[in-house]
């Protein structure tokens, strides 16, 4: 082996040190909560009702937040958390008499072969954030937004998409959510991103474009598990960002729905219910009944063929429904 083989070895070898090395920081700078930081997160269920300690309490339907990879959001994009009583103490909007609907703005084209259906969306939306009104709005155009071409993806600059939107929230509008099939990014240095909201704001956009499943040539018409896919992985992201709008930040506490994702894998792998934390958030806000927002969840996915999802909420209704 002559020198500069040796050299081009030993360089490769220590740029893959480096990568361990480098690795292993980012992952040391955030630790997966334990049992005790969980429940802390949550906060006394002292003085609830049964039902309502069922719904918040730590049990094994609630999986602990992953170990997160290399590339993964934390590890990217460090999180503090937001336990509930953080949550008690910020300023989140409130819903009051004049601002009580969830408005769903579609933005561009929706091609019926390989969109998701506009009408599961808002039922979703609807049973999800139960007892809100959802609505969907006629779709349009945004107005003047920058763009780029990348790669095979024409993209939208998200803050003028949310400047548009924030220009045309309905009056009664607890929030504006806009939906679209372009692809979006949020600054020149980004490669793209799946959503981004202004939650004082009340308003939020969030892209299809890269939820696509593999379904053959451009412009073929997906399949029945195709179309699952593509509802559940629209479904999952519309709420996250809802989630937002009623200012509940990323969790870091349990695997759920409001856990940050840098890619389609990590997004994939979260599940589509909320974790004791975020949802005791949301109830404080919305004040729904646990048992009836489950019923019309489990109504939604045995409709939608979601098997998994179905048997998941109907075991947390068989706990609720359980003597003391």
Not at 25 to 49: C, N
Not at 87 to 111: A, H, M, T
Not at 185 to 211: I, K, L
Request: proline letters at 5%.
């Amino acid at each position: 082996m002559n020198r500069t083989n040796i050299g081009i070895l030993g360089l490769a070898v220590l740029c893959s040190l480096l990568v361990i090395v480098f690795t292993s920081m980012v992952a040391a700078e955030f630790q997966v909560p334990d049992a005790s930081t969980r429940k802390a997160a949550v906060g006394s269920l002292r003085g609830l009702d049964h039902e309502m300690r069922v719904a918040f309490g730590d049990d094994r339907s609630f999986a602990s937040f992953p170990e997160p990879g290399f590339n993964d959001w934390v590890s990217q994009h460090p999180e503090k958390g937001q336990t509930y009583r953080q949550y008690s103490g910020s300023r989140y909007n409130k819903i009051n008499q004049q601002r009580r609907v969830l408005y769903i703005q579609p933005l561009g084209e929706f091609d019926e072969r390989l969109s998701p259906s506009l009408e599961a969306l808002r039922d979703f939306t609807a049973a999800y954030y139960y007892p809100m009104k959802v609505v969907v709005l006629p779709a349009r155009l945004p107005g003047k937004v920058t763009s780029r071409q990348n790669g095979d993806f024409k993209q939208w600059l998200t803050g003028d998409v949310l400047d548009d939107l924030q220009a045309r929230i309905p009056n009664n509008a607890y929030s504006l959510l806009g939906v679209t099939m372009t692809d979006l990014y949020p600054d020149e240095s980004w490669n793209f991103v799946f959503g981004q909201a202004r939650y004082r704001a009340r308003v939020g956009v969030f892209s299809f474009a890269r939820y696509l499943p593999q379904s053959g040539d451009e412009g073929s018409v997906m399949g029945e598990e195709q179309n699952r896919v593509l509802l559940k992985r629209a479904a999952k992201v519309l709420t996250h960002e809802t989630g937002h709008m009623f200012g509940v930040r990323h969790c870091i506490y349990y695997h759920c729905n409001m856990n940050g994702a840098n890619h389609l894998q990590e997004a994939d792998a979260a599940p589509m219910h909320l974790c004791p934390v975020c949802l005791r958030k949301l109830h404080r806000v919305i004040g729904f009944s646990p048992l009836s927002r489950y019923k019309k969840l489990n109504a939604f996915y045995v409709k939608h063929g979601m098997t998994e999802d179905a048997r998941w909420v109907q075991s947390r209704l068989e706990q609720m429904k359980k003597k003391q």
